[in-house]
């Protein structure tokens, strides 16, 4: 139940944890400082704060399951195995953000990276998920189970695999604010919502866009759809 707050030094958790209370962990990280957990996190429906500033790694290898907020204020390069929470808010990581495993959020997903994102991991839960890079996105694996929107926008290309289908009970919008174009390979579904590409598209496989449309749901392409013979 107690913080840990270092100046640019290491934080390492060797074995199992689990938080008796909320807990904040901040290694400075203006030079160094890195935070690593090497195996599970239980939360017990507790808080979990990370800083580990602009140049501390931050690393969960074994799966963090419990309920709680997730927040994670700054870190260089991110790397997350499997996460249950309820909601996960990265506010900042100046390299690099990586979902390795499977991520269930009862509320909302927020990624906010400086670099990549990467998305290894299905999301099987969230009631709405914001993708935000300042380099490049890559879905790998399927977004399901969001009750409502979806925001997925990249100064880089983003790019859907084939198994990166995505499923809202929302709108579904990429590249809003951002100019980074998408190449997709991966299916859009929604419950009468709008779909919406606003920059340029290019297709890398057979690509399905539904949005039920029985009282609404526009699908928008605002730039150029390049099919690659698909």
Sequence with gaps: SGDVTTTDDDVTFTN???LG??????????????????STVGTAGNNLTLDA???????????????GDLTVTDGAVQAYGALTVNSID????????????????????GINSGGTIVQN??????????????STIGLNAAI???????AIDATGTTTIAAAGDISAGGAVT????????????G????????????NAVTLGGAVSIDTGGVAAGNILFSSTVGTAGN
Excluded at 91 to 108: E, P
Excluded at 121 to 134: H, Y
Excluded at 177 to 184: D, F, V
């Design 16 to 18: 199992a944890v689990t």
């Design 21 to 38: 209370g909320a807990v904040s962990i901040d290694t400075g990280g203006v030079a160094a400082g890195n935070i690593l957990f090497s």
């Design 53 to 67: 500033g602009p140049a501390g790694n931050v690393t969960l290898s074994g799966a963090l399951s419990g309920g």
């Design 90 to 109: 990265i506010q900042d990581a100046t390299t690099s953000v990586t979902l390795g495993g499977a991520v269930a959020s009862t509320t909302t997903i």
């Design 121 to 134: 991991g299905a999301i099987t839960s969230a009631t709405t998920v914001d993708l935000d890079a300042a």
């Design 144 to 150: 399901s189970g969001v009750s409502g929107t979806v």
């Design 174 to 185: 990429f590249g809003a604010a951002k100019a980074g174009t998408l190449t997709t390979s």
């Design 187 to 198: 299916d859009v579904t929604t419950t009468d919502d709008d779909v919406t590409f606003t």
